[in-house]
């Protein structure tokens, strides 16, 4: 939110060290455009001219403190992991000083312009004027440029600021034009037969296959996430935009495509300009297309989520695209951001840079994912997409992603048009889905025309020259080339493959005729995929259970091991591309044609093994990176660890007071981000008891859930069903560790609300519980680990490791012969090569709300005898007698930890 002066707080140190003096003036570096030419020049801008919305970005008072808690924010070793700040929060801590504002404020009033606003952040400064006044306080006049058909304003000489506030002001945003272009395409198709129920995906034209949401689940395998019940819900998108939707065509999308109806909510900041009501017929401009787009496909990949439009439209020196932008990170309205618009660095220049670049690190720090597109011009950034190229053509990535606080995504085609038979169904099932598997991807590009003509129609991408590599691409780029490397992903975005969707302005409807034929629209562009990847960012964010802010330094992680099956890496091999050549446009780069041919273009970057600047690190396997977002083998991300320790609290025996017959049996699931927690207890009669907890992160070091209790079938059961397990829920606990040995847990259990402090047992030394590849065969690889038949089920065993290696505690998570919960222990001794021997204990003790507890009332019963006998370490056979029922289970071991953890 912008908050008009005066400041009340101060934030960090003082910059501005003396008086401001209006004589004595710095240039303000890299501010002229290349297009603002002699030759271009159509004069001055009039005097009169009001111009609004031109932003003084100003530089943090604790700049190298912010980058120390951005990256604390995304290491799970920090206390700040995941502690997202406020946006007032932001300013007091990183924001300019009280000081340094009015120092700025009162020059420019001294100038005879009007200060708006400051935002939250105390990073930007809003400002308005005329154009006779701005000129003259920043000592060089405006004037107007004809740039191919349309007019643009630019200083013609370069601006200056007094020398004083040289260490304050980072750029003036506003000063030149900067023509921010949608980066979707459109066209148009008919869907034969739905009423007779004969669907299929092709075209009457031609056998084209297009992209509805439930073949992009399949594609991308995004199923899995819904099947666990994760569709978005309590995440929120914006979209930014500069136009309204025309909601009958994302409920119409909706009703086709077998989703629930839910229509965004649009939002016009109060300092922006409302761009008036969505086209429903007889033309649609570029800015309602890109809304419909990016609307239909992040609602798509994320049904449940919240879906805000926050739109302005554009003033004559400020960007509808930044106001908007900037209300939505300076209030946190959302958790993910989409921004679908660009220009190219070398029109945009350092100070358009800037501006993004302030915006979206204070987005970080609040937990804001941001997803920019890469552009639709190839390599050509700063040229028009699909139509024919200019014979002069820069190379230029776009400057609103080049910033490393962004994610920059874009776009893949499918190779598919040697065996599509292979890849695609020829009839549409449910959801009007075709497709059948994951199918192998190239750069897109997409040269010709349909109508056979030239154009630049291809994934965005290359180097910034203002925005330093970052850590996490540090050695990916191509030798000597330094910079941010763009994009980072990618998803499908050609017209070969389009996306479904509705378009009545169009003519698109998708609403039936009387023969049953309805037409619709279908879209392509890096746009759709950044859409794409800001609703899986949703679908992440719901699982993990909290924000996950700036993605990038993970995802370069997850992609450091390719055997983690989170990326799809797009090279010359999976573009089917033979014979590539950089020189012309295809599959295997992002290179364009000229208006003289394929080869007259500008030569882009190679897809290749690994990262490349066409499609970042390739297009993601949906499920497989929620899985793997904590874990990565071999990381040392891949441990929750709290800071200053150096062991973890995964798999592990809890108890209060230590050494007595009562805890928790604790293990990280689902790739480290929630832990399985079995708590071991006794009844208000003082019969042992078990409770089970899938328990979420939702702090740093923080997991809360539900407990329940469960019947199930008797341990004698020859062979257990886990479909006969009934749970029933009884409460709620939390787990908070202060460190690895010490933790709280508050529980409210039948009305009985209690906060017990644990600690954890130390049985003996934790050795490695599991190795890269290959079986676990060691014989001190199966400690703290989890065991159960049929695997998944409610019902197994605890497995700790005991006096280095000589002795297994195991607890038995089991039923007694009428169906209810029980729980038995035993202290098995080492008795040969892999096998393990003891006594079965059931125990009577203290209830579960005793105050403290006393392990001297706990009262044990032999019941019978248990053997383990382990074939590897996963694999192994349990005896046991018990009440002279005698029996042998084949168990597996459980991983909830990715291989290669190591467990000490």
Wanted: glycine residues 12%; negative net charge.
């Amino acid at each position: 939110m912008l908050i008009f002066l005066p400041v009340t707080a101060s934030a960090g140190a003082d910059l501005v060290a003396e008086p401001v003096d209006a004589t004595r003036l710095v240039a303000l570096s890299e501010h002229r455009v290349s297009w603002a030419t002699a030759k271009n020049d159509m004069g001055e801008v009039a005097d009169n001219v009001r111009l609004s919305h031109l932003t003084i970005v100003l530089n943090s008072s604790a700049q190298r403190e912010l980058e120390d808690l951005l990256h604390q924010q995304q290491d799970p070793n920090s206390a700040n992991f995941h502690h997202w700040l406020s946006p007032t929060e932001f300013g007091e801590r990183f924001g300019a000083s009280v000081h340094d504002i009015q120092a700025v404020t009162s020059w420019l009033q001294s100038q005879g312009l009007h200060v708006d606003a400051v935002s939250n952040s105390r990073l930007r400064i809003d400002v308005s004027g005329s154009a006779a006044n701005v000129g003259a306080a920043l000592g060089s006049r405006l004037h107007v440029y004809q740039v191919s058909k349309e007019q643009r304003i630019a200083p013609v000489s370069v601006p200056q600021i007094p020398a004083a506030l040289s260490t304050i002001v980072r750029s003036v945003r506003g000063l030149a034009t900067i023509k921010e272009k949608p980066s979707g395409g459109f066209g148009v198709a008919q869907f034969v037969g739905q009423a007779a129920g004969g669907s299929t995906s092709c075209s009457t034209n031609s056998c084209t296959h297009y992209i509805f949401p439930a073949d992009f689940a399949t594609l991308y395998d995004v199923n899995p996430i819904y099947q666990q019940g994760i569709d978005g819900s309590g995440q929120t998108i914006a979209i930014i935009g500069r136009a309204r939707v025309y909601l009958p065509d994302v409920e119409n999308f909706q009703a086709r495509s077998g989703l629930a109806t839910k229509d965004p909510t649009i939002i016009v900041p109060p300092t922006g300009i409302d761009p008036g009501p969505a086209a429903s017929s007889g033309g649609v401009s570029e800015d309602q297309l890109e809304a419909t787009i990016d609307v239909t496909r992040a609602t798509s990949v994320a049904p449940g989520a919240t879906v805000d439009l926050v739109i302005s439209a554009d003033a004559p020196t400020g960007s509808g695209l930044g106001i908007a932008a900037e209300y939505v990170v300076d209030n946190r309205l959302a958790e993910i951001m989409n921004i679908s618009f660009g220009a190219c660095e070398a029109s945009a220049g350092q100070s358009g840079v800037a501006f993004w670049d302030s915006l979206f690190s204070q987005a970080a720090a609040e937990g804001i994912s941001v997803f920019v597109v890469s552009g639709d011009s190839g390599a050509a950034g700063c040229d028009a997409y699909n139509t024919t190229p200019p014979a002069t053509q820069t190379v230029s990535p776009n400057y609103i992603c080049a910033s490393s606080y962004a994610t920059c995504v874009g776009g893949t085609q499918f190779a598919d048009t040697g065996s599509p038979g292979a890849y695609w169904s020829s009839s549409s099932g449910a959801g009007l889905a075709s497709a059948l598997r994951y199918i192998p991807e190239g750069a897109w590009n997409e040269p010709m025309g349909a109508s056979g003509s030239l154009q630049a129609s291809a994934s965005g991408g290359g180097v910034s020259m203002y925005v330093p590599t970052p850590s996490w691409q540090s050695g990916l780029g191509p030798p000597g080339e330094q910079g941010r490397f763009t994009p980072d992903v990618s998803f499908s975005a050609s017209a070969h493959n389009g996306y479904f969707a509705c378009l009545a302005a169009a003519g698109n409807s998708c609403v039936s005729d009387a023969t049953g034929y309805f037409q619709f629209e279908y879209f392509f562009g890096a746009s759709a995929a950044t859409a794409d990847m800001a609703g899986i960012a949703a679908l992440l964010n719901q699982k993990i259970g909290t924000p996950q802010g700036n993605l990038n330094s993970r995802l370069y992680a997850l992609a450091a091991t390719p055997g983690s099956g989170v990326f799809h890496d797009v090279t010359v091999s999976t573009s089917s591309v033979s014979g590539c050549d950089v020189s012309a446009p295809s599959m295997c780069n992002n290179s364009t044609p000229g208006p003289g041919g394929l080869d007259t273009g500008v030569a882009g970057y190679l897809v290749r093994t690994g990262y490349d600047e066409v499609t970042g690190l390739g297009s993601i396997d949906a499920a497989n990176l929620l899985a793997r977002w904590f874990a990565v083998p071999g990381s040392t991300e891949a441990q929750t660890i709290p800071s200053g320790q150096t062991t973890n609290y995964q798999g592990l025996w809890w108890a209060a007071p230590a050494g007595s017959e009562s805890g928790w049996g604790i293990n990280f699931a689902h790739q480290g981000n929630t832990i399985f927690a079995s708590w071991f207890t006794y009844d208000l009669t003082g019969k042992g008891l078990w409770l089970v907890m899938t328990a979420g992160q939702t702090a740093p070091n923080t997991y809360s859930g539900t407990l329940y209790t469960t019947t199930g079938p008797g341990f004698n059961a020859a062979q257990f069903n886990p479909n006969q397990v009934v749970p029933s829920q009884v409460g709620t606990g939390t787990l908070t560790f202060r460190d690895a040995n010490d933790a709280t847990f508050a529980y409210t259990v039948e009305g009985v609300s209690q906060v017990k402090n644990i600690e954890r047992e130390v049985f003996g030394k934790l050795p490695i519980c599991a190795t890269a590849t290959g079986p676990l065969t060691a014989a001190t690889n199966y400690t703290d680990l989890w065991w159960a038949s049929p695997p998944g089920s409610e019902s197994g065993w605890g497995i700790n490791l005991t006096h280095e290696g000589t002795t297994i505690f195991a607890t038995w998570f089991t039923y007694g012969t009428d169906g209810t919960p029980m729980w038995l222990v035993v202290t098995a001794g080492n008795t040969g090569p892999g096998v393990y021997s003891g006594t079965l204990y059931q125990t009577t003790g203290p209830a579960f709300d005793a105050v403290p507890f006393n392990p001297a009332n706990v009262v044990p019963a032999a019941v019978g005898t248990a053997t383990f006998t382990f074939a590897d370490g996963n694999d192994a056979t349990f005896a046991y007698t018990v009440n002279d029922i005698s029996q042998q289970k084949a168990i597996t071991r459980e991983v909830f930890q990715a291989p290669g953890t190591v467990c000490q």
